[in-house]
T-cell receptor
Framework: GEDVEQSLFLSVREGDSSVINCTYT??????LYWYKQEPGAGLQLLTY?????DMKQDQRLTVLLNKKDKHLSLRIADTQTGDSAIYFC???????????FGIGTKLQVIP | SQTIHQWPATLVQPVGSPLSLECTVE??????LYWYRQAAGRGLQLLFY??????ISSEVPQNLSASRPQDRQFILSSKKLLLSDSGFYLC?????????????FGPGTRLTVL
């Protein structure tokens, strides 16, 4: 199965950029997802990147993938209080859909 | 568009009582369905998945069971709840007519066993 490592907590000031890092073990990962979970809510698909890409930008979100180092990051520009949530990095190989979710990174945005 | 529903949103049950949580998906057909549990301070643990009606695979031994009586309905059950069953239960779907692996989650059910 896939092992994922993320920092447990990240605290940033409103308006600053946030960078959430993730390392994974399975080099056959085809899709790499980022999910967001607000308090008491389900998981929301935030963005994803294919393994043949290095970068993907979607408004305030930038995903960087270093496939050689098996490192994925999520950058949130101009972080807002509404970005406070837990963020899950979810790498997944192609084919059958089972994935492994780690504990995630809890992002706290300070007003 | 596809939507996924779970109910109830919150549930408080005594130890030893039965459980039934329901999940339904709209707007797609033949989805893969999943039940996860998220305990406090822990990641998501896959409990069951289903690739079709009546087809259930269990990932971890436990006193919970799952059933899929209809294509877009997934039910999580227990005959006798344990304290350790407390947690946040999430249902998810993938595939269906989109044919992709991306999982989409429901709003979750908060279960507290006292």
């Amino acid at each position: 199965g896939e092992d994922v490592e993320q920092s447990l907590f990240l605290s940033v000031r409103e308006g600053d950029s946030s960078v959430i890092n993730c390392t994974y073990t399975d080099s056959s990962s085809t899709y790499l997802y980022w999910y967001k979970q607000e308090p008491g809510a389900g998981l929301q698909l935030l963005t994803y990147i294919f393994s043949n890409m290095d970068m993907k930008q979607d408004q305030r979100l930038t995903v960087l993938l270093n496939k050689k180092d098996k490192h994925l990051s999520l950058r949130i520009a101009d972080t807002q209080t509404g970005d406070s949530a837990i963020y899950f990095c979810v790498p997944k190989a192609g084919g059958y859909q089972k994935v492994t979710f780690g504990i995630g990174t809890k992002l706290q945005v300070i007003p | 568009s596809q939507t996924i529903h779970q109910w109830p949103a919150t549930l408080v049950q005594p130890v030893g009582s039965p459980l039934s949580l329901e999940c339904t998906v709209e707007g797609t057909s033949n989805p893969n369905l999943y039940w996860y549990r998220q305990a406090a301070g822990r990641g998501l643990q896959l409990l069951f998945y289903s690739v079709g009606i009546g087809q259930i695979s269990s990932e971890v031994p436990q006193n919970l069971s799952a059933s899929r009586p209809q294509d877009r309905q997934f039910i999580l059950s227990s005959k006798k709840l344990l304290l350790s069953d407390s947690g946040f239960y999430l249902c998810a779907w993938s595939g269906g007519h989109r044919g992709t692996d991306t999982q989409y989650f429901g709003p979750g059910t908060r279960l507290t066993v006292l």
